[in-house]
């Protein structure tokens, strides 16, 4: 339970880092995207609202080998993206590439964001690697994406408004509180636009989280986000991960289908493939 004052500091920086923070994207895109009688042409027409850095690396990720170009097609257009990638997945990759781009040169926020992205990724192979259905893995995929957005947001906000503002003071953004309150701070600003409410309990849950007789959607995400964080802090900001060399006849490999990911989303720096030895 929350006291009245980690209420205020969840509300205060959810409440700023929306309205004062540009973005690059205007909110009313993702309100948009919701409509189920928008055309083509009124979804194209929304990429006028949305900056070209985060544009490009949206339509990248749609178009990147792990969503299917190779069956699809490439994709030429925002709306192609949206497309393929599915309204939510739109809508959470706007939002995360809006705050990636808030967070360069800040190498902390960086790799913050970096873990989150291998988060993502390493929970959609297990959550694939168990059979689950393709809907279930995008709730896995979209939740380790999100999963420590209000981290982010905090760290932001420190940087940027904390000073300024002084309504904060250092001491409540120290590192334990914001282990605490950043799930909080997270599900805050993302009810702000109206993202599904899967999220919120992906957010708020912790360790490893059991069905009756399986792991749950939160579980995956939380477990695959601990063999991240472990991986993070041993190898300096990366994301290590061994597979054997690739096999022409094949098609493309597990391994391979990461690799693209992180191109597509600029984050070559935060992962290394090594090859078995022998």
Excluded at 71 to 93: C, E, I, M, P, S
Excluded at 165 to 185: A, K, M, Q, R, W
Excluded at 243 to 259: Q, T
Aim: proline share 4%; charged share 25%.
């Amino acid at each position: 339970m929350l006291s009245d004052r980690e209420r205020f500091i969840v509300a205060r920086i959810g409440e700023v880092m929306l309205t004062r923070t540009a973005l690059g994207f205007s909110p009313d895109v993702l309100v948009e995207l919701d409509d189920p009688d928008a055309d083509s042409r009124q979804i194209e027409a929304l990429k006028g609202h949305i900056g070209p850095d985060i544009l490009s690396h949206l339509l990248a990720i749609a178009e990147s080998v792990y969503f299917g170009s190779l069956k699809h097609g490439q994709v030429h257009n925002f709306y192609d993206a949206v497309v393929r990638l599915g309204t939510d997945r739109t809508k959470v990759y706007i939002v995360i590439l809006a705050l990636k781009r808030l967070a360069r040169r800040d190498h902390e926020v960086e790799t913050v964001f970096a873990r989150s992205f291998a988060t993502s990724v390493v929970g959609g192979v297990l959550a694939g690697c168990l059979s689950w259905r393709e809907d279930v893995i995008s709730k896995v995929e979209l939740g380790g994406l999100l999963v420590e957005i209000g981290r982010i947001l905090i760290l932001l906000y420190g940087r940027l408004y904390r000073r300024e503002e002084g309504l904060i003071e250092e001491t409540e953004l120290s590192d334990p509180v914001v282990d605490y309150l950043h799930p909080h701070v997270g599900v805050a600003f993302l009810e702000r636009f109206s993202l599904p409410p899967y999220l919120k309990e992906i957010l708020l849950e912790e360790g490893l989280v059991l069905g009756h007789r399986h792991l749950t959607t939160a579980g995956v995400v939380h477990l695959a986000h601990d063999t991240v964080e472990a991986s993070f802090r041993r190898s300096h900001g990366r994301l290590v991960a061994t597979a054997p060399p690739r096999d022409e006849e094949g098609g493309f490999s597990l391994a391979e289908m990461i690799v693209e990911q992180f191109r597509a989303a600029g984050l070559s720096d935060h992962l290394l493939v090594l090859t078995p030895p022998g």
